[in-house]
């Protein structure tokens, strides 16, 4: 096997798993979209054990009646721009707030958190995938999504110019 098919094939397999990964992550921005999940990057150890630093949440609404204690929730701040989530550890149904405390914390969290600052109860987590958005700021999925959607278009670009670059070289023949 000489040394341009080895690359022409090693360039293949670059391309397909990046293709592949590219697919992936589409899919599960969808899936997240379609599913009114939100994902929210872990950046402290206030919830270790649960949760590690560089983990992400993904929560989804839930109502205030539906929240028991023990559930985990993302709360945000006033002005909408940061975001904690922390375990739930009394519930006052009558002024409708509740008290949270991360786990990893000795005490509770000095202010109760007032219903509508609670964005969603936590559906699931992912270990590991924080750390892009702790990286590269806060990317939003829609963003990344565009990214991802841009060096797919570009990887394919130049698939095919190597490939007709290749067909050149073999005098217009293609052994593929």
Do not use: C
Not at 60 to 66: C, L, N, Q, V, Y
Request: aromatic letters at 8%.
């Amino acid at each position: 096997m000489n040394k341009s098919r080895t690359k022409l094939k090693l360039g293949n397999i670059l391309f397909n798993f990046l293709a592949i990964i590219t697919v992936i992550s589409v899919g599960f921005v969808a899936f997240n979209f379609l599913s009114g999940a939100k994902g929210y990057a872990v950046t402290s150890q206030s919830m270790a054990k649960t949760l590690e630093r560089g983990d992400v949440v993904f929560s989804r609404e839930a109502e205030f009646d539906e929240l028991k204690i023990g559930d985990v929730v993302t709360v945000g701040s006033a002005d909408g721009k940061e975001y904690f989530t922390h375990r739930i550890v009394d519930i006052d149904r009558e002024n409708k707030t509740v008290s949270t405390k991360g786990d990893n914390n000795p005490e509770k969290d000095p202010m109760d958190t007032p219903a509508d600052r609670i964005v969603g109860r936590m559906w699931y987590s992912v270990p590991l995938l924080g750390f892009i958005t702790i990286t590269f700021g806060s990317l939003s999925q829609i963003k990344g999504l565009i990214i991802l959607a841009a060096v797919a278009i570009a990887l394919i670009a130049i698939n095919i110019i190597l490939t007709k670059i290749k067909a050149k070289k073999n005098g217009g023949d293609s052994d593929e």
